[in-house]
């Protein structure tokens, strides 16, 4: 007998397989328990100085466009999948310029640049294009979670390295790759990940020593099938010390190994959200051909946007700007961590020397996570960070709980002391 469904009966949800893969990203329940306790002090959110957005230079090169009858329309169409050609030369020079090179020289043209909307975009495509579900990516321990969840959104094995002060250890990249060969998996090893310059989360810097042997490393062992690097060079205009260091890309002349993705998110406006990929050319055919069958190219408003800033001469001086804020921040957290935790025992940090983020070791055994003892007293202290946990890839390097992340982009030079002074408080209950 036919069974009849009656409207009335709701059948239930079905949804892809793939959306079991994944579950809600950590960062919707911080931002809830943010939202939750205003009155808290965030070192948990990667976002940006809020006085330091470029209202003023935006607003102008707005203007400025719009009273460009010809421009405007072009901003105000769609663009094209690769994106806007004058900002893709932009980029280009800002890669060149960093690296100390020439795009002639480092066999660079726009061809292999493809603007995305925020360099989160860049990376899905190119997982994308290169993994199958159970392919395989090497990144640090800890590295960038909402990478690792993008890879659990396709399926795909993170393998967490060793990593150091120095950023990914070229020995265990070594050791872990060995090993997965012994497994027979080394077919299925797609990409080495690194972010380069003062890591999100750890704020490590890939030491230029390392750089070369990383790619190198991954050359090696493409016997089976080539194994990219994948340069996550997020962070890299907000260096407060030092020189700037070549990037990976630098260390691949004929440009077949690494991908190279930038953002102008942290060095100019997240709301912007404008990002890139300088690409290998055999992968510049299959981002664009999965983008073109997303979006057809990203926000072409928001690239004119950007261009016309550049044009207007308000980019280097808006990093400038930042870069002097981001330092002074960067100085109050370690004179408050300095004062605040210094003593506590088995706590401990390395200084870096650009980026959002400071890395904390906590002692062993010391569980920071959500359903740990510290969260909740932090919390009650006045006090919200990112648990170190969701940083390790599933595989490789034991997850280390007794990590965490702070982020000083937002909170005023005051609120940082207030909150490393909370989590101090907290940290000498439990400890
Ligand atoms: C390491 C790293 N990569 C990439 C991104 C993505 O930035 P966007 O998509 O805004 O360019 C972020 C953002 O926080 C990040 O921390």
New binding site residues.
């Given amino acids: 007998m036919l069974s009849i469904i009656s409207p009335s009966t709701p059948t239930p949800p079905r949804f892809s397989q793939r959306t079991a893969w994944t579950e809600e990203s950590p960062i919707s329940d911080l931002m809830s328990r943010a939202l939750a306790h205003p009155q808290l002090v965030s070192l948990a959110a990667?976002f940006v100085d809020q006085k330091t957005l470029p209202i003023e230079g935006v607003a102008e090169a707005f203007a400025d466009l719009l009273n460009d009858p010809a421009d405007a329309r072009a901003a105000l169409q769609y663009g094209t999948t690769p994106g806007y050609a004058p900002l893709r030369a932009h980029v280009l020079d800002l890669h060149c310029q960093l690296d100390g090179t020439t795009a002639a020289a480092a066999n660079l043209t726009i061809d292999r640049v493809v603007l995305t909307?925020?360099?989160?975009?860049?990376?899905h495509l190119v997982a994308e294009s290169l993994l199958d579900p159970g392919d395989i990516v090497l990144c640090a321990a800890p590295t960038?979670f909402?990478?690792l969840g993008l890879l659990a959104n396709l399926g795909a094995r993170a393998i967490g390295v060793a990593s150091d002060a120095d950023g990914i250890r070229p020995d265990a990249l070594e050791a872990t790759l060995a090993k997965i060969d012994a497994a027979g998996d080394l077919a299925r090893v797609k990409a080495i990940y690194v972010?380069s310059d003062f890591?999100?989360p750890s704020g490590a810097t890939l030491s230029a020593e390392r750089r070369p042997q990383v790619v190198e490393i991954a050359r090696r062992w493409s016997r089976l099938a080539r194994i990219y690097v994948l340069e996550?060079a997020?962070?890299r205009e907000l260096r407060y010390e030092g020189d700037h260091l070549p990037s990976l890309r630098s260390f691949d002349p004929e440009g077949i190994t690494v991908v190279h993705?930038g953002?102008?998110?942290?060095s100019f406006s997240?709301g912007i959200?404008?990002?890139w990929g300088l690409l290998p050319p055999c992968l510049v055919e299959p981002v664009c051909n999965r983008k073109g069958n997303i979006d057809f190219g990203s926000p072409n408003f928001a690239q004119h946007l950007v261009d016309r800033v550049i044009r207007r001469g308000g980019y280097g001086p808006q990093v400038s700007r930042l870069k002097t804020t981001y330092s002074e921040k960067l100085q109050a957290t370690l004179a408050a961590a300095d004062q605040f935790l210094r003593g506590i025992p088995g706590v401990s940090w390395e200084a870096p020397c650009g980026g959002l983020y400071l890395w904390l070791q906590l002692p062993p055994g010391l569980d920071a996570g959500t359903k740990g003892p510290l969260f909740d007293l932090a919390i009650e202290e006045g006090v919200l960070y990112v648990p170190g946990e969701y940083c390790f890839a599933p595989e490789g390097e034991p997850v280390r709980r007794n990590t965490i992340r702070l982020s000083f982009g937002v909170p005023t030079v005051e609120r940082i002391a207030e909150g490393v002074a909370a989590l101090g408080r907290a940290l000498r209950k439990v400890v």
């Fill in positions: 990667g909307a925020g360099s989160n975009q860049l990376l960038y909402v990478f972010v890591e999100n996550d997020a962070y993705a953002t102008f998110s942290k997240p959200r404008v990002g």
